[in-house]
Each structure stands twice: as C-alpha cells, then as structure tokens.
C-alpha cells in the first residue's frame, strides 16, 4: 500500500522534476544564462533567449510540433484564453 501523502492542489504548485530543476540552477547563477530573454541588446539577454529558444525545439520535437507553433504564456489563465480564443476563431465566431 502506498504510504505517501496523494497531492491534488496542482493549481495552487506542482512537483518539479529533477531534470528541470537542475537546468533551473543553471540559469540562476552570477555566471549562468539569467538574464531576461526579451533583453536581446546584451550578452545575459542573448544567452537566456537561446536556452528559453531550445527549450521551444525540444517541446516542440516532443508533440510533433514546429518549434514556430509552440507559445509560452504566464499561466493556466493566459493559456486557456489563448485556447478558448483559437477554436473561437478557427470555427468563425465573432469576437473570437
């Protein structure tokens, strides 16, 4: 029998998985990729924008998608908008 705890809050946090975590790290420290990747005009801002960039790729590759077709968004909200908005106007409703 399973002994640990079931989590069902995932809205409020998920669990990140250590593979994350540890390309987290790399991109927080002094000498790592932490700057912002809308700031192209220097170096931190390059770099940051070619990890968030390949990170598009391997998403990408994952479910069969061009890199182009995927989007990050802020938040559950934003996506589910996003979503709402693209069958909306793919089926031609007005203000979609």
């Not at 705890?5 to 998920?14: E, G, I, Q, R, S």
């Not at 540890?22 to 912002?36: K, P, R, S, T, Y």
């Not at 589910?80 to 089926?91: H, S, T």
Request: glycine share 10%; with cysteine; net charge neutral.
């Amino acid at each position: 029998m399973n002994k640990r705890p079931l989590y069902f809050d995932y809205a409020a946090t998920t669990p990140v998985d250590e593979r994350v975590i540890q390309v987290m790290v790399e991109c927080l420290g002094f000498n790592a990729n932490f700057g912002n990747p809308a700031s192209s005009s220097h170096a931190f801002g390059q770099a940051a924008r070619q990890t968030v960039e390949q990170a598009r790729r391997q998403v990408a590759e994952l479910v069969g998608a061009n890199p182009e077709q995927i989007v990050w968004t802020s938040g559950a909200t934003e996506s589910n908008n996003l979503a709402i908005k693209g069958v909306a106007q793919a089926r031609g409703v007005a203000g979609g």
